[in-house]
Each structure stands twice: as structure tokens, then as C-alpha cells.
């Protein structure tokens, strides 16, 4: 059964840096649209970042632009979300979301097939 699962998230102090790791088990990432979405406490989820399985293009929401960047480790099969300059605002459980189809085309669609149960982010003031 495939499994899409995130790791790297835990607690930091406002302006401090975490790195996000998305894997898969019998899902090669390199060739799959990976999207990034949070869900804050009390508030609907929202995509945050992605990058697509075509050419390798990101796109970011504005809020976490200059600060946030997707990247591939093509040899590991793995999507980082890297993230700078941590805010108070930035809390919530992030997930990765994996699609054959390249979902990653300005649409911030969540139309992705396969989800991870999601690494929860903390950042403290």
C-alpha cells in the first residue's frame, strides 16, 4: 500500500529554521507533483508550497515567500521543505501530498491522491 509520510517537525523559537522531509513507500517522489499544506488550530488548511514533477518548477504562497523553498533529492526519493525566519504565524501541521498528475501548475489545487498524516510545527515567540 503506498504510504506518503513527512518528518522534521518539532518546536523552534521565532526566526529559527526546520527542514521538512516527505518520503514515500512504493511511490517514487521523483516522478510525482509534491504539494506542501498546514492546518493551523481552528483554521481550514491552505497549500503553503510545491514543486512539479515536469521541470522541477516551485511555486509558494505569498506569506511564505523569501523564507520557505522546496527542493528533490532525486537519488533519495525525498521532497524537502526548508524553512527560514520561522514565525509565530507559521504553527500548524503540515503535510505533503503527492499526484501523477502535476497539480503544481498555479492552481493550488489539493486534488492530490496521496497524503501524509502530517509533522506538527510549533513556533514560539
Known amino acids: 500500500q503506498v504510504k506518503v509520510e513527512e518528518s522534521g517537525g518539532g518546536l523552534v523559537q521565532s526566526g529559527g529554521s526546520l527542514r521538512l522531509s516527505c518520503t514515500a513507500f512504493l511511490l517514487n517522489l521523483e516522478n510525482y507533483a509534491v504539494g506542501w499544506f498546514r492546518q493551523a488550530p481552528g483554521k481550514e488548511r491552505e497549500a503553503v508550497a510545491c514543486i512539479s514533477s515536469r521541470d522541477g518548477r516551485t511555486d509558494y504562497v505569498d506569506s511564505v515567500k523569501g523564507r520557505f523553498s522546496v527542493s528533490r533529492d532525486g537519488a533519495e526519493s525525498t521532497v524537502y521543505l526548508q524553512m527560514n525566519s520561522l514565525k509565530p504565524e507559521d504553527k500548524a501541521v503540515y503535510y505533503c501530498?503527492?499526484?501523477?498528475?502535476?497539480?503544481?501548475?498555479?492552481?493550488?489545487?489539493?486534488?492530490?491522491?496521496?497524503w501524509g498524516q502530517g509533522t506538527q510545527v510549533t513556533v514560539s515567540s
Open positions: 501530498a503527492a499526484d501523477a498528475l502535476d497539480w503544481c501548475d498555479g492552481s493550488w489545487s489539493d486534488k492530490y491522491d496521496y
